[in-house]
């Protein structure tokens, strides 16, 4: 069974990751940020908070293929990004995830509802896909499976959303501004990326002519 991405993350959230979007290693408050906002940070309902309309969540399964084709590029994509904020405001409800070797196979994220499934979840499962590596639900549990096989992380979890009720956190202002200036370092790290690539490139040019140039004055002497 696979982990999700960050270790002990509801305790320990302060683990060094990498920024898909930039190399450099975060910062452990950049990373807890990254966790508590974003796509995915939301709380699912509880025994506490349940509602006719959305029953409580009580666990979460997702089975996905090693390797991103075949449809399985979203899946791993949402294993990454939005499932780690899921457990981080979710800490109670058990997330598991299974990576197999079956590209051909489905990605499917299975939601285990209390007593019974949502309307919504009703209507959105998928009645042709099953999942063999999803644990089996209990007696007061109802299960339902979104395929999502060729879709973006992002429509999997506007998926998800309609399915369980889920209410997004929002960012506070302070969390707003400690957003914009890590975009801003990220594009000023692109620029210096790109700047540092040109210089190099000129420099290989550079060489490149000059060995150019001492080939012809090579020929020249031996005519």
């Not at 293929?65 to 399985?72: D, F, L, N, T, V």
């Not at 979104?146 to 979890?157: H, R």
Request: hydrophobic residues 35%.
């Amino acid at each position: 069974m696979l982990s999700l991405p960050y270790r002990n993350q509801s305790t320990n959230p302060t683990v060094h990751r990498r920024n898909p979007s930039n190399p450099t290693l975060l910062t452990p408050h950049s990373q807890l940020l990254n966790i508590q906002v974003g796509t995915g940070a939301a709380t699912l309902p509880t025994v506490a908070n349940a509602s006719k309309e959305f029953p409580a969540i009580t666990r979460l399964h997702l089975t996905y293929a090693r390797k991103i084709y075949g449809g399985h590029q979203g899946a791993r994509h949402f294993w990454r990004n939005c499932l780690p904020r899921l457990k981080y405001h979710n800490p109670a409800i058990p997330m598991t995830v299974r990576q197999t070797e079956e590209q051909e196979g489905p990605a499917a994220l299975t939601i285990y509802f209390a007593e019974r499934a949502s309307n919504a979840a009703s209507l959105l499962s998928a009645k042709d896909v099953t999942d063999k590596h999803a644990p089996a639900p209990g007696e007061a549990e109802q299960t339902a499976v979104l395929d999502v096989k060729n879709l973006d992380y992002k429509d999997i979890w506007a998926k998800v959303k309609n399915m369980t009720g889920a209410q997004e956190i929002q960012p506070t202002p302070e969390q707003e501004s400690e957003l914009q200036k890590l975009e801003q370092m990220r594009q000023q790290s692109d620029k210096d990326r790109a700047r540092i690539a040109a210089i190099r490139q000129a420099k290989a040019d550079q060489e490149r002519m000059l060995q150019e140039a001492r080939g012809e004055v090579e020929k020249l002497r031996q005519l």
